[in-house]
């Protein structure tokens, strides 16, 4: 990954990808890893236009989206099914983002694939019950 040019796509409903951003930038500084992108306004195959033109236009190899089932995660797959080369990871959270950006050593694939384990080890349920008290 190299500095100023964007790996991957987050690809989400509302301004949930922008926020991404944001939030990636104010912590890290490195927001321009990643182009977000809204399904806002969009129907199916305008979401797979617009994910497929950032894919070929910037060379990208990593597509981040919000729902596992939802409509940019579609129009991805249908990008995938065309650019094998891409890999697609769904569920997209702030923890995701950060893990995969701070392995620049890997390849956008191995980074992808290492970001979604840390990911998933990051979520816990804390209790607020009382104890001893």
């Known amino acids: 990954m190299s500095e100023g040019d964007p790996v ?4 989400a409903h509302g301004d949930l990808a922008a926020g991404f951003v944001s939030a990636v930038q104010q912590i890290t500084g490195r927001g321009d890893l990643f182009l977000p992108m809204t399904n806002t306004g969009l129907g199916a195959a305008d979401i797979e ?3 497929l ?8 190899g990593v597509i981040f989206t ?9 129009a991805a ?3 995938q099914a065309a650019r094998p080369h891409v ?3 769904t569920g997209a959270s702030l923890p995701l983002l950060l ?4 392995h620049e050593e890997l390849a956008p694939a191995e980074a992808a694939a290492h970001a979604v384990d840390r990911a998933v080890r990051s979520i816990t349920a ?8």
């Open 8 to 11: 991957a796509i987050i690809a």
């Open 49 to 51: 236009r617009a994910i």
């Open 53 to 60: 033109e950032l894919v070929d236009g910037r060379r990208i």
């Open 66 to 74: 919000d729902l596992p089932a939802g409509s940019c995660t579609i």
């Open 77 to 79: 797959r249908c990008v």
């Open 87 to 89: 890999v697609l990871v």
């Open 99 to 102: 893990d995969f950006m701070s």
């Open 126 to 133: 804390v209790s607020g019950a009382k104890r001893g008290h």
